[in-house]
């Protein structure tokens, strides 16, 4: 099974951003809702935003009005700009492609290998 690719990954101090990318080799990426996660040290993974195939997106609570997720079919991608990081937000940052059209829990289709995301005070 082909893997999504991730990109973007890095360290910056509080306050900076990075943008992260994601491609998908599905040729019919533009059906599948598409998603983004992650995961801390010693904690679990969780959801940092999601869109549908419709572009409706969805946000967890403390990313929201920092992070944007968007999707350009054309390009078989999705990223994620993140803006006004912070230390806690240091995790490493997973794509994933659900099973459908809609961003449903525990409906994954495939997952990227992760990018490292660190933040500094």
């Known amino acids: 099974q082909v893997q999504l690719v991730e990109s973007g990954g890095g360290s910056v101090q509080a306050g900076e951003s990075l943008r992260l990318s994601c491609t998908d080799p599905?040729?019919?990426?533009?059906?599948?809702?598409m998603g983004w996660y992650r995961q801390a040290p010693g904690k679990q993974r969780e959801l940092v935003a999601s869109?549908?195939?419709?572009?409706?997106?969805e946000y967890a609570d403390s990313v929201k009005g920092r992070f944007t997720i968007s999707r350009d079919d054309a390009k078989n991608t999705v990223n994620l700009q993140m803006n006004n990081l912070r230390p806690v937000d240091t995790a490493v940052y997973y794509c994933?492609?659900?099973?459908?059209?809609?961003?449903?829990?525990?409906?994954?289709?495939?997952w990227g290998q992760g990018t490292q995301v660190t933040v500094s005070s």
């Open positions: 994933v492609r659900y099973s459908g059209s809609y961003a449903l829990a525990n409906s994954y289709a495939s």
């Open positions: 599905i040729r019919t990426f533009a059906m599948y809702a």
């Open positions: 869109i549908t195939s419709s572009e409706r997106k």
